[in-house]
């Protein structure tokens, strides 16, 4: 059973953009971060999602991005993944 102190979390970008300062902050907060790395697809920050039962995935990616990342998440039968950008 998984310690439900913290979210966990994939962390990834579509671009060359690293969002590797967001998952250390991520991670210490107390989340559990899984950290997929840069020049991703939606299609793969998805299914790692779905793979590792994440609830939120975390990406630098524009807004037309993000909403393809929700889209899939539906199609996929996991709609409640929570999908946010980088900040």
């Given at each position: 059973?998984?310690?439900?102190?913290?979210?966990?979390?994939?962390?990834?970008?579509?671009?060359?953009?690293?969002?590797?300062?967001?998952?250390?902050?991520?991670?210490?907060?107390?989340?559990?971060?899984?950290f997929v790395g840069?020049?991703?697809?939606?299609?793969?920050?998805?299914?790692?999602?779905?793979?590792?039962?994440?609830?939120?995935?975390?990406?630098?990616?524009?807004?037309?991005?993000?909403?393809?990342?929700?889209?899939?998440?539906?199609?996929?039968?996991?709609?409640?993944?929570?999908?946010?950008?980088?900040?």
């Amino acid at each position: 059973m998984r310690d439900m102190a913290g979210d966990r979390i994939v962390v990834g970008s579509v671009g060359d953009d690293d969002a590797r300062s967001a998952g250390r902050r991520l991670r210490d907060a107390g989340h559990e971060v899984i950290f997929v790395g840069a020049r991703q697809t939606p299609e793969h920050l998805v299914r790692t999602a779905v793979s590792e039962d994440a609830d939120r995935i975390v990406v630098h990616a524009d807004a037309g991005t993000l909403e393809l990342i929700e889209r899939l998440c539906a199609e996929l039968g996991v709609p409640h993944v929570a999908v946010e950008s980088v900040v």
